[in-house]
């Protein structure tokens, strides 16, 4: 995959402020619509199939079983499902009474709406005619729960088979707060651009800079200057993917010299929008990729053609 220098415009989980996230009726959306990327997550069931998820399994906020109520928390993880079980789930409506809910209140319910397979959004892309999108997958992984997914090996192995039976190597990146997965990427198909999520602030930060995490897979980047561009170049990485919140215009440049492309997440606010693209990120993702289509074509910067199609 050509890591040019165009902006890249991604829907993240499929533009879950629009349409329930990660499922296919997000994904068609946000095709029609027009994005250069689909952003989305990956976990693996007991059966060994890849499934679109950003929880490492069913999701209390999302999962409702046959008799139409949500799953209890913390919902049972998808290592321990075979997938026709995670079929019997209908994610198509937010709990009302969440705090999900109340941070998305426009998203639009889809009744019926189950999670997809990995294959299934290959399949709507292919089906959709667009030749251009772009997969940024991320692994859902966490080293402090190694129960609640395959370990690192099995995990990239299956997600590499899928990708690679599919044909669409070159179009994926593969990215992941888990560094181990990365690494893993790298070795086995050193083709795939590999994306590091980092994040510094909130109450679960998963990368700081005068130490190695459980996440970074042994990388210090108090051995790299304090740098997280410099850790993640020297790691092998060919996008850096922070939260918006931890970036600098300085940060930008620095990554820029080192010839990495800066990916920021997740934005959904205009003001925010062209803040970053002021300061030189290459790539925003976002929960309202309409919004910042707007944001991107103000900005002068040529919008993604959409390629209308159904679920």
Same mark, same amino acid.
């Given at each position: 995959?050509?890591?040019?220098?165009? &902006?890249?415009?991604?829907?993240? #989980?499929?533009?879950?402020?629009?349409?329930?996230?990660?499922?296919?009726?997000? &994904?068609? *959306?946000?095709?029609?619509?027009?994005? +250069?990327?689909? =952003?989305?997550?990956?976990?693996?069931?007991?059966?060994?199939?890849?499934?679109?998820?950003?929880? #490492?399994?069913?999701?209390?906020?999302?999962?409702?079983?046959?008799?139409?109520?949500?799953?209890?928390?913390?919902?049972?993880?998808?290592?321990?499902?075979?997938?026709? =079980?995670? #079929?019997?789930?209908?994610?198509?409506?937010? %709990?009302?009474?969440?705090?999900?809910?109340?941070?998305? /209140? =426009?998203?639009?319910?889809?009744?019926?709406?189950?999670?997809?397979?990995?294959?299934?959004?290959?399949?709507?892309?292919?089906?959709?005619?667009?030749?251009?999108? %772009?997969? *940024?997958?991320?692994?859902?992984?966490?080293?402090?729960?190694? +129960?609640?997914?395959?370990?690192?090996?099995?995990?990239?192995?299956? @997600? !590499?088979?899928?990708?690679?039976?599919?044909? &669409?190597?070159? #179009?994926?990146?593969? $990215?992941?707060?888990?560094?181990?997965?990365?690494? !893993?990427?790298?070795?086995?198909? /050193?083709?795939?651009?590999?994306?590091?999520?980092? @994040? $510094?602030?909130?109450?679960?930060?998963?990368?700081?800079?005068?130490?190695?995490?459980?996440?970074?897979?042994? &990388? *210090?980047?108090?051995?790299?200057?304090?740098?997280?561009?410099?850790?993640?170049?020297?790691?092998?990485?060919?996008?850096?993917?922070?939260?918006?919140? +931890?970036?600098?215009?300085?940060?930008?440049?620095?990554?820029?010299?080192?010839? !990495?492309?800066?990916?920021?997440?997740?934005? *959904?606010?205009?003001?925010?929008?062209?803040?970053?693209?002021?300061?030189?990120?290459?790539?925003?993702?976002?929960?309202?990729?309409?919004?910042?289509?707007?944001?991107?074509?103000?900005?002068?910067?040529?919008?993604?053609?959409?390629?209308?199609?159904?679920?």
């Amino acid at each position: 995959m050509a890591l040019d220098s165009a &902006f890249d415009l991604e829907a993240h #989980r499929g533009g879950r402020a629009l349409l329930p996230e990660n499922t296919l009726p997000a &994904f068609a *959306n946000a095709l029609s619509m027009g994005v +250069d990327t689909l =952003e989305l997550d990956v976990g693996v069931t007991a059966d060994g199939e890849v499934v679109v998820s950003h929880e #490492r399994g069913l999701n209390p906020d999302l999962a409702r079983d046959a008799a139409g109520g949500y799953v209890a928390a913390p919902g049972t993880p998808f290592v321990k499902l075979r997938l026709d =079980e995670v #079929r019997t789930y209908d994610v198509g409506q937010i %709990r009302p009474d969440s705090p999900y809910a109340k941070q998305f /209140p =426009e998203q639009r319910a889809v009744e019926g709406t189950r999670i997809p397979t990995l294959k299934e959004v290959f399949a709507l892309v292919e089906k959709s005619g667009n030749t251009r999108v %772009r997969f *940024n997958i991320e692994t859902k992984i966490d080293p402090n729960h190694p +129960d609640e997914s395959p370990d690192p090996q099995a995990f990239v192995a299956r @997600l !590499l088979g899928v990708i690679d039976a599919a044909g &669409f190597s070159d #179009r994926v990146m593969i $990215q992941s707060f888990d560094w181990r997965t990365l690494l !893993l990427v790298q070795k086995q198909a /050193p083709k795939l651009p590999t994306v590091y999520l980092t @994040l $510094q602030r909130g109450s679960a930060p998963t990368n700081a800079l005068d130490r190695a995490t459980d996440w970074t897979a042994g &990388f *210090n980047p108090a051995d790299h200057g304090g740098s997280l561009p410099r850790t993640i170049k020297a790691a092998g990485g060919a996008i850096w993917s922070p939260y918006f919140g +931890d970036v600098t215009a300085a940060l930008v440049k620095e990554a820029h010299e080192l010839g !990495l492309r800066v990916v920021v997440w997740t934005v *959904n606010k205009a003001d925010d929008m062209a803040r970053m693209i002021e300061i030189g990120v290459d790539g925003i993702i976002s929960d309202r990729p309409d919004l910042l289509r707007q944001v991107a074509g103000d900005k002068g910067i040529a919008l993604p053609a959409g390629t209308p199609v159904s679920p």
